[in-house]
T-cell receptor, first 112, second 110 residues
Framework: EAQVTQNPRYLITVTGKKLTVTCSQN?????MSWYRQDPGLGLRQIYY???????DKGDVPEGYKVSRKEKRNFPLILESPSPNQTSLYFC???????????FGPGTRLTVT | EDQVTQSPEALRLQEGESSSLNCSYT??????LFWYRQDPGKGPEFLFT???AGEEKEKERLKATLTKKESFLHITAPKPEDSATYLC???????????FGTGTRLTIIP
């Protein structure tokens, strides 16, 4: 089954404690991206990657890092989380041919 | 800067009452316009991709159309299970970025 998985699904942490949210896809897609979703602001792209070792900033990259060492994985790293990064995060991958984009189930992050 | 505006923000319809959702966009070069459905607490579910003005795509009670400035999602004879938030996004041809609208929350009343 084609899918995008994210872990953890829920996370409560404290300001400044580094964390990583993992994302993996099994569709051999080249394009992957991270979004955050906040009430009234919609989905905003944080970072995206067009292939292994190729990443670029989206609209709201501040405070986040990513890496793309393998095609299937695209982890999101918060080196020093702050309360304004409390949000619902989605990972997604995009097919090249049909341009279908598949989203993961989401990670709800709370930073206190 | 690419922009996507969706209207209305919320829409309540009686079961069987057809309507349309609007997505207006500005983008320097359009690679594709996407429509998604999102249920509460879940990730968006892909519906359609449109690539050029005049293109139309259909899936069950949904039909998406595209012009050079906007896209419409037409819902024909909706059922309560069509209740969801519908999201529109554009992908920029030059930098591959995706920009989303804030969505239309659709409620179908039995």
């Amino acid at each position: 089954e084609a899918q995008v998985t994210q872990n953890p699904r829920y996370l409560i942490t404290v300001t400044g404690k580094k964390l990583t949210v993992t994302c993996s896809q099994n569709m051999n897609h080249e394009y992957m991206s991270w979004y955050r979703q906040d009430p009234g602001l919609g989905l905003r792209q944080i970072y995206y990657s067009m292939n292994v070792e190729v990443t670029d900033k989206g609209d709201v990259p501040e405070g986040y890092k990513v890496s793309r060492k393998e095609k299937r994985n695209f982890p999101l790293i918060l080196e020093s989380p702050s309360p304004n990064q409390t949000s619902l995060y989605f990972c997604a991958s995009l097919s090249g041919s049909g341009h279908e984009q598949y989203f993961g189930p989401g990670t709800r992050l709370t930073v206190t | 800067e690419d922009q996507v505006t969706q209207s209305p923000e919320a829409l309540r319809l009686q079961e069987g009452e057809s309507s349309s959702l609007n997505c207006s966009y500005t983008v320097s070069g359009l690679r594709g316009l996407f429509w998604y459905r999102q249920d509460p607490g879940k990730g968006p579910e892909f519906l359609f991709t449109l690539y050029s003005a005049g293109e139309e795509k259909e899936k069950e009670r949904l039909k998406a159309t595209l012009t050079k400035k906007e896209s419409f999602l037409h819902i024909t004879a909706p059922k309560p299970e069509d209740s969801a938030t519908y999201l529109c996004a554009v992908q920029n041809f030059g930098n591959e970025k995706l920009t989303f609208g804030t969505g239309t929350r659709l409620t179908i009343i039995p």
